[in-house]
């Protein structure tokens, strides 16, 4: 960023500050030419400074990338000014992506340098636990920041005249991403929010029964047993032996557990521990047959890889959007199916909670709508990257670091290779080793951060990689694994 706009700084304050006694006339208009003249100059030092990033890169990995994109266009050179050099650095690299295909651009790393430019991304740490919460873009940054600054200016006018005002435009672009109608779409703040909405709005009543597994996310697990507690259903909990590519048996897992008493089967789409995918809509579709409705766990899958909510056929849903979507932390997004909005109490009360509007399930009293209006942006920087090609590139990662460790000695690997039943998050782990040593050994000796995970029958650290990271990122994760299993 050595070339953004300290000569428009300097000129300007050249310009506008108060003449001094003894300014000349001409020293006056000199100013003014500067000003004038200074987007000439900084554009050469921009294209000056774009040569050295491009020059300075791995030789083979530039050579392939240029060979399918060609050189710089005069268009990219010459883009809106207003831009920082990141964004116009972006815009030129997708410009001259469109006819690459999202398998081929999965591995050109000198397309996911211009990918990195848009994150504030540490020198000095390798962040491989996005799975956790993904760090936003340099754009949704500055929206939130800029919102926030707003709200301060004037709180009660700005938040409640001004940016409350965004919601049902920001509800009508999240519906036609997630690929539901917008009156079926609620903004929230994450998905246990959602899902807690949901699980204890149900309109449940003693003896009832709901399946859901042991490998469930912690909140949801606490959410359902606190029912049982309070108004005496019943939970079936199933446990899963992953990670699995057997479809039959995943589903048959959730059938088996279903009974003339169960009115409900909850769903993680993908698991949060080691990254299987199950396979929603078959269970769902069992479910729908004996009327059982549907509630699925899309924490980690909106956004993640491609497909939309209407083809899970699931009666719920909900998801962070501060993990997939990289909109700021504390967003998420909850999914009710139309002819199911009227029958569920929010969480929050309202004057008629059994009214027929997703909008009631909104009333959260104060909320920070500077995060919420910073969505947005998170949903345009998604569209632009593309939501195939951010699949293609994040299983790619996950496959590629897992290819090499896959033979080391002692390593064992708890994730799919295959897309089907997994993308960007991968376990590892290395026998007669804790998780935790693993985990602490990467990151205090490597700079890499995971996560160790123990959780019923998952014992491994989860690697979750991010549009941002690259290749090199992760080749520092498997001189980790290599160094910590030769320790075994």
Same mark, same amino acid.
């Given at each position: 960023?050595?070339?953004?706009a300290?000569?428009?700084?300097q000129f300007?304050i050249?310009?506008?500050?108060?003449?001094?006694?003894?300014?000349t006339?001409?020293h006056r208009?000199?100013?003014?030419?500067?000003v004038?003249f200074v %987007?000439?100059?900084?554009?050469l030092?921009?294209l000056?400074c774009?040569?050295?990033?491009?020059?300075t #890169?791995s030789?083979?990995?530039r050579?392939?990338?240029?060979q399918?994109v060609?050189t710089?266009?005069?268009?990219a050179?010459?883009?809106? +000014?207003?831009?920082? #050099?990141?964004?116009?650095?972006?815009?030129?690299?997708?410009?001259?992506a469109?006819?690459?295909?999202p398998?081929?651009?999965?591995?050109?790393?000198?397309?996911?340098?211009?990918?990195?430019?848009?994150?504030?991304?540490?020198?000095y740490?390798?962040?491989?636990?996005? $799975?956790?919460?993904? %760090?936003a873009p340099?754009v949704?940054? !500055?929206?939130?920041?800029?919102?926030y600054?707003y709200?301060?200016?004037?709180?009660?006018?700005?938040?409640w005249?001004?940016?409350d005002?965004g919601?049902e435009?920001?509800?009508?672009?999240?519906?036609?991403?997630?690929?539901?109608?917008?009156?079926?779409?609620? +903004?929230?703040?994450?998905?246990?929010?959602g899902?807690?909405?949901?699980?204890? $709005?149900?309109?449940?009543?003693?003896?009832?029964e709901?399946?859901?597994?042991?490998?469930?996310?912690?909140?949801m697990?606490?959410?359902y047993?606190?029912?049982?507690?309070?108004? $005496?259903?019943?939970?079936v /909990?199933?446990?899963?032996?992953?990670?699995?590519?057997?479809?039959t048996? @995943?589903?048959?897992?959730?059938?088996?557990?279903?009974?003339?008493?169960t009115?409900?089967?909850?769903i993680?789409h993908?698991?949060n521990?080691?990254?299987?995918?199950i396979p929603?809509?078959k269970?769902?579709a069992?479910?729908?047959?004996r009327?059982? !409705?549907v509630?699925?766990?899309?924490?980690?899958?909106?956004?993640?890889?491609?497909?939309?909510?209407a083809?899970?056929?699931?009666?719920?849903?909900?998801?962070s959007?501060?993990?997939w979507?990289?909109?700021?932390?504390?967003?998420?997004m909850?999914?009710v199916?139309k002819?199911?909005?009227?029958?569920?109490?929010?969480?929050?009360?309202t004057?008629?909670? @059994?009214?027929?509007?997703?909008?009631?399930f909104?009333?959260?009293?104060?909320?920070?709508?500077?995060?919420?209006?910073?969505?947005s942006?998170?949903?345009d920087?998604h569209e632009m990257?593309?939501n195939?090609?951010?699949?293609?590139?994040?299983?790619?990662?996950?496959?590629?670091w897992?290819?090499?460790?896959?033979?080391?000695?002692?390593?064992?690997?708890h994730?799919?290779?295959? %897309?089907?039943? $997994?993308?960007?998050?991968?376990?590892?782990?290395?026998?007669?080793?804790?998780?935790?040593?693993l985990d602490?050994?990467?990151?205090?000796?490597y700079?890499?951060?995971?996560?160790?995970?123990? /959780?019923?029958n998952?014992?491994?650290?989860?690697?979750?990689?991010n549009?941002?990271t690259?290749?090199?990122?992760?080749?520092?994760?498997?001189?980790?694994?290599?160094?910590?299993a030769?320790?075994?």
């Amino acid at each position: 960023m050595c070339c953004d706009a300290p000569f428009n700084v300097q000129f300007s304050i050249e310009l506008f500050k108060p003449r001094r006694q003894g300014d000349t006339e001409k020293h006056r208009v000199f100013s003014v030419h500067s000003v004038h003249f200074v %987007p000439v100059v900084q554009k050469l030092i921009e294209l000056f400074c774009t040569f050295i990033q491009t020059i300075t #890169m791995s030789n083979n990995n530039r050579r392939s990338f240029l060979q399918k994109v060609g050189t710089f266009s005069a268009t990219a050179i010459l883009s809106s +000014i207003a831009k920082p #050099m990141w964004a116009r650095n972006l815009d030129a690299a997708l410009r001259d992506a469109e006819g690459i295909s999202p398998d081929d651009l999965a591995s050109e790393e000198d397309f996911r340098y211009y990918v990195q430019q848009s994150f504030t991304v540490s020198p000095y740490l390798i962040n491989l636990n996005n $799975g956790g919460v993904s %760090p936003a873009p340099k754009v949704v940054q !500055e929206a939130m920041k800029r919102y926030y600054d707003y709200s301060n200016e004037a709180p009660s006018y700005y938040m409640w005249r001004i940016l409350d005002q965004g919601r049902e435009p920001l509800r009508k672009n999240m519906a036609r991403m997630a690929g539901c109608d917008i009156e079926e779409v609620a +903004i929230n703040r994450n998905s246990s929010e959602g899902l807690e909405t949901i699980i204890f $709005g149900l309109q449940l009543k003693a003896g009832d029964e709901i399946v859901a597994t042991k490998q469930d996310y912690p909140n949801m697990v606490n959410a359902y047993k606190q029912r049982e507690i309070r108004d $005496g259903i019943k939970m079936v /909990w199933v446990n899963l032996e992953l990670p699995s590519e057997d479809e039959t048996y @995943l589903i048959n897992q959730y059938v088996k557990a279903f009974t003339p008493r169960t009115k409900m089967v909850h769903i993680t789409h993908i698991i949060n521990w080691n990254g299987q995918i199950i396979p929603v809509r078959k269970i769902a579709a069992e479910a729908h047959k004996r009327g059982i !409705e549907v509630i699925v766990d899309g924490a980690h899958s909106l956004f993640h890889f491609d497909f939309k909510i209407a083809d899970l056929d699931c009666d719920y849903f909900a998801s962070s959007l501060h993990k997939w979507l990289y909109a700021p932390i504390g967003s998420g997004m909850m999914y009710v199916r139309k002819n199911k909005i009227k029958n569920l109490y929010p969480l929050f009360a309202t004057d008629d909670p @059994l009214r027929d509007d997703i909008r009631k399930f909104e009333a959260l009293g104060t909320r920070p709508m500077f995060i919420e209006q910073a969505i947005s942006k998170a949903l345009d920087f998604h569209e632009m990257i593309g939501n195939e090609r951010k699949e293609k590139r994040l299983h790619y990662l996950k496959n590629y670091w897992f290819d090499k460790v896959k033979n080391v000695p002692k390593v064992k690997l708890h994730t799919s290779f295959s %897309p089907k039943w $997994g993308c960007a998050i991968g376990n590892v782990s290395v026998e007669g080793k804790k998780p935790e040593e693993l985990d602490s050994f990467l990151l205090e000796k490597y700079k890499v951060h995971t996560v160790a995970i123990n /959780w019923e029958n998952i014992h491994s650290i989860r690697v979750t990689p991010n549009v941002y990271t690259t290749t090199n990122n992760l080749d520092v994760l498997v001189d980790g694994i290599n160094a910590f299993a030769k320790q075994v």
